[in-house]
């Protein structure tokens, strides 16, 4: 082959069209990062920014994950990284556009969300636990039962109706809180109700009890007055109830007692 011989030039294959660079294999990473630091920033997904908020309120180094992860700059950092990671990381070539590059963008996208969806599950389970422990703390009617007491109480012609003392084991909480719902009800119907914390009721007392006096039943013969009446409202409304002898009680007007929830009810 002669010097003048011209040589064989290798022929350059042409570009990709740009819609298929940008959504080449090696930008996903990037895709992920904008979508996820996206979601974040627009708030999808209420129960995470709830699970979130439940883990910041906790303290400690959980709390302040989550206050980062709850953070809009943090939001903003991923959807930059994204973006530069589309403009600067191309075909697996050299220098940015080496392969290494989408293998460390792919890193950093699943230690966010790994750390955003574990932030968010311990969260959710410590919110659910303290859902838990309010349910047991606290003893409130049932929506069904509020609704069918209201009913039964409006049964009652205005002329009828009596007025009703309530008395619960001071400061406790299932006590207090389940007097209260009763007393609004009632209140919320024009009937007449006080309530009490009493000092004199035992400890140890469970559920809602009418007070009567020794040997005597709620519908007996010296039940409290408008005692059966009452008795027979709960029963509509599907409200459990029992009788407590207190021997301080004259039996002249219709007191109930309230202590803790029993089990069941």
């Avoid at 992860?69 to 050299?94: C, D, N, R, T």
Wanted: with cysteine; charged share 15%; proline share 6%.
């Amino acid at each position: 082959m002669s010097e003048t011989e011209s040589r064989t030039v290798p022929a350059v294959a042409p570009k990709p069209p740009w819609h298929q660079r940008l959504l080449g294999r090696w930008k996903w990473p990037g895709w992920a990062a904008i979508g996820l630091g996206s979601g974040r920033i627009f708030h999808l997904g209420e129960d995470i920014d709830f699970a979130l908020n439940v883990v910041r309120s906790l303290g400690g180094e959980l709390g302040v994950l989550a206050t980062v992860l709850a953070s809009p700059f943090f939001s903003l950092a991923l959807i930059v990284y994204g973006v530069l990671h589309l403009i600067f990381v191309g075909e697996p070539k050299q220098a940015l556009r080496h392969r290494a590059w989408t293998y460390v963008s792919w890193s950093i996208v699943a230690v966010c969300f790994v750390a955003i969806t574990g932030t968010a599950i311990w969260g959710g389970i410590q919110g659910y636990i303290a859902q838990q422990v309010a349910v047991d703390r606290f003893w409130h009617l049932t929506d069904a039962q509020q609704r069918n007491l209201g009913k039964a109480l409006d049964e009652i012609p205005v002329q009828a109706k009596f007025p009703i003392f309530i008395r619960m084991l001071p400061s406790n909480p299932q006590a207090l809180t389940l007097g209260q719902d009763l007393a609004n009800v009632f209140q919320q119907h024009g009937w007449a109700i006080q309530g009490t914390q009493d000092f004199t009721l035992r400890a140890d007392l469970l559920g809602i009890n009418f007070v009567v006096v020794k040997d005597s039943e709620i519908t007996g013969k010296n039940a409290p007055p408008h005692a059966a009446e009452l008795a027979h409202i709960l029963d509509k409304a599907g409200i459990k109830y029992g009788a407590i002898w207190d021997p301080a009680f004259d039996g002249k007007r219709l007191e109930l007692a309230i202590g803790f929830r029993p089990v069941g009810w």
